[in-house]
């Protein structure tokens, strides 16, 4: 990494996540205030081999902050996956004068991005942006803290309309592979279960559960299930089973999908987005690369690429006590 950087291009990746676009306008007026020229890349690394560039300025991104979604655009790209791809790529970005590049998405995004790196040798800087919160080097991710909110906002809906009917409602949240959204959504709308992909509840122990529940008084149940949980095929087929068992209860599944994604990023994700956008483009001038920068205990951290990718976060142990206990 011994050329001067001059240019520094930036991509969004994967789904999208809010916040992102906070992220985007720290990159761009970072390279502003550092007097280096910023180029986004449209539809992520698709855009990056077809040379969809545009140079950005700190006019290009007023009024971006409160956005959701990525002005930049995501797209998925199979071709990047291939060397032929990557090549093209490389000899785009030199094409176009740039030194170095930014990338903003999960584990997908940084893998593209170290192999990209590892084949080439061009500088890469990861920002971790996915609701899931399941990256390795960072207590937050850009998008989680909107996500939970829009998710507990929702259940707390949901349940209004269960405590009326004596309704038992399951609603499904994101999380494939991991339960840091269904987890703390749940504490936080009072769920009765939660349901993750960490920790296999077994059909028994859910029936169990929901049977003290009905015991103790409650007419009316949420049950949150992240959508990599284990139990049964899909939350259907999970609903279908406790019905048969809980003939009194009137059974409803909601699945929340996208919508966790959309809406205006809060002020804790605007703030971590500013953060780690102005950190990650302090990293490629300090000659930083195949890092990831995040915030832990609250302190700006860098992380390779390869950690971010290969290692996980883990779940809270002491939040599932506190689930267990707040749930009686």
Known sequence: MNEPIKTIALLTSGGDAPGMNAAIRAVVRACSYYRIDCVGVYRGYQGLIEGDYEPLTARHVSNLINKGGTSLKSARSNEFRTVEGRAKAYEELKKAGINALVVIGGDGTFTGALKFNEEHGFPVVGIPGTIDNDIFGTDYTIGYDTALNTVVSAIDKIRDTASSHNRLFFIEVMGRDAGFIALNSGIGAGAEEILIPEENLGLDRLVESLNKSRDKGKTSSIVVV?????????????????????????????????????????????????????????????????????????????????DAIKMNNEINKELLKVAEITSV
């Open 226 to 306: 992240s959508e990599g949980d284990k139990i049964g095929k899909n939350v259907f087929e999970l609903a279908e089973h406790i019905e048969n068992n809980f003939e009194d209860y009137d059974i409803r599944v909601s699945v929340l999908g996208h919508m966790q994604r959309g809406g205006s990023p809060s002020c804790f994700d605007r703030v971590l987005a500013s953060r780690l956008g102005v950190a990650a483009v302090e990293a490629i001038l300090d000659k930083k690369s195949n890092i990831m920068v995040g915030v832990t205990n609250n302190i700006v951290t860098q992380t390779s690429l390869s």
